[in-house]
């Protein structure tokens, strides 16, 4: 059994690992936890620091928190080979520019739930999405 102080270290040890395979922090990486059922819900979600709109990244389930964040860092060591990339083209309900994001996902509709997680669909306007080709 692990003592408390390991598991908060060894957490800390896997998010730094995810943000830097990922070439992210600083506030531009976010994990949510949240109880479910008899599991544990990590939510990934960035925050893009030019038009300040966050988006999840992906989603696993685990038994506590650190099998969720093991997931997790196994999903963002692999992700490009198994998801495809999607852009897609949107504007928030009060903006007058154009937004440009990137999702991966496994279709469009994955990639579309990412961009509207934890926000009312009424507030952003989607204008296009696009299978990028594979490179």
């Known amino acids: 059994m692990e003592s408390t102080t390991d598991v908060h270290v060894e957490s800390a040890r896997i998010q730094k690992q995810i943000e830097h395979h990922l070439g992210m922090s ?30 999840l990244f992906h989603s696993e389930e685990g038994y506590d928190r650190l099998d969720a964040l093991r ?9 490009r080979d ?4 999607f852009t897609i083209q949107w504007m928030a309900r009060d903006d007058k520019e154009l937004n440009t994001s990137y999702f991966r996902a496994r279709n469009m509709y994955e ?21 990028n080709p594979v490179s």
């Open 26 to 55: 600083g506030g531009s990486l976010l994990f949510e936890f949240r109880k479910l059922d008899n599991k544990i819900r990590l939510d990934l979600v960035t925050v893009n620091p030019r038009h300040q709109q966050s988006f």
């Open 111 to 131: 990639a579309l739930d990412k961009l509207y997680f934890g926000r009312d669909m009424n507030t952003i306007t989607v204008f296009s999405v696009v299978l």
């Open 82 to 85: 198994r998801e495809s990339s």
């Open 71 to 79: 997931k997790m860092l196994t999903y963002v060591q692999s992700y």
